[in-house]
């Protein structure tokens, strides 16, 4: 039996310039259009957007971010975080046994 692949997720920071009359929108509802962008977030603090990626590899979100979003006019910076293990996702802990939730207290 072949094994399911793991997907990669990456958090990648972005700098931008806002555009003028539509500040940071413009830029972020064109990012937010990629399939591979899963969510897309506008910060505050060093960088502007905070954008979730999902792919196939490491490569594939590399190759995404260099000639996809790091292209788009506007855009200042990027730096890419990959995920590399789950210890709680959604309020649940991972491979913790049971259901993982932590009581209320």
């Known amino acids: 039996m072949k094994r399911k692949k793991d997907k990669v997720t990456a958090v990648i920071e972005m700098k931008i310039t806002p555009a003028k009359g539509t500040g940071f929108a413009k830029i972020a509802q064109r990012v937010a259009r990629f399939p591979e962008v899963e969510a897309c977030f506008l910060m505050s603090?060093?960088?502007?957007?905070?954008?979730?990626v999902g792919g196939?590899?490491?490569?594939?979100?590399?190759?995404?971010?260099?000639?996809?979003?790091?292209?788009?006019?506007?855009?200042?910076?990027?730096?890419t975080h990959f995920m590399?293990?789950?210890?709680?996702?959604?309020g649940i802990l991972a491979e913790f046994g049971g259901d993982g939730r932590l009581p209320v207290v």
């Open 84 to 90: 590399l293990k789950t210890y709680k996702s959604k």
């Open 45 to 52: 603090g060093a960088y502007d957007l905070l954008v979730f």
């Open 56 to 79: 196939d590899s490491l490569q594939d979100v590399a190759h995404f971010v260099s000639a996809e979003l790091s292209t788009i006019d506007g855009v200042l910076s990027t730096a």
